[in-house]
């Protein structure tokens, strides 16, 4: 595992198309959401990070659905070499979880490289007219090592806080928040030569 950080793709920026397809095969894309705030989270099944906040991205999910916000994620990891990502598991995953929004294939990784997805979790919050709002940590907890492949997500379990926050103020029509930190994650497991200029091994 590499722990990286995200690139903190500069605010303002509008938010890259899309048209990729979710568990059921359905295409989803971008336009699909035209007029309402959307939140792009790039997760994957098997990242420890994203298990650790795997029952809040659920919670948030649900709750800002229902204020209005349009909330998509995008699993783009080499299959090949990460099975555990494989879109058969991505449905398991869903049902698992009881994830309600679509959790979208990027098997060319073009999207990650678009929004600049560097991790998992990657988080991308976008304004109504789809310009970028906020990006970086959902908050400041993670996962607690133990030992090589065994985690503790109880002790300090997420709770959304930046990305609460951050919600919160675009809901009201207030500016951005001066301060966003990066998020930290599992790097995004790049096909062999497909890695993206701003990757760093």
């Given at each position: 595992?590499v ?63 229902s ?5 998509v ?7 090949a ?103 930290a ?17």
């Open positions: 595992m722990m990286v950080n995200s690139t903190m793709m500069p605010l303002g920026t509008a938010a890259p198309d899309f048209a990729l397809p979710d568990t059921t095969g359905q295409a989803v894309r971008r336009d699909d959401f035209a007029g309402k705030p959307l939140l792009m989270m790039f997760i994957c099944n098997h990242c420890p990070f994203v298990k650790h906040v795997a029952k809040e991205l659920k919670r948030l999910a649900d709750e800002y659905t204020r209005g916000v349009a909330v994620a995008v699993m783009s990891n080499d299959v070499n990460h099975p555990d990502d494989a879109p058969e598991k991505m449905k398991d995953e869903v049902v698992e979880r009881g994830y309600l929004f679509p959790y979208l294939y990027d098997e060319t990784q073009a999207v990650a490289k678009a929004y600049t997805a560097a991790c998992t979790p990657d988080l991308f919050l976008f304004d109504a007219e789809h310009r970028l709002y906020y990006r970086g940590q959902l908050d400041e907890t993670r996962p607690k090592r133990i030992e090589s492949g065994v985690y503790d997500f109880e002790t300090t379990p997420a709770n959304g806080a930046d990305l609460r926050a951050a919600l919160d103020a675009m809901l009201l029509g207030q500016p951005a928040p001066e301060t966003q930190y990066p998020a994650g599992c790097n995004i497991k790049w096909k062999p030569g497909n890695e993206p200029d701003y990757f760093k091994s």
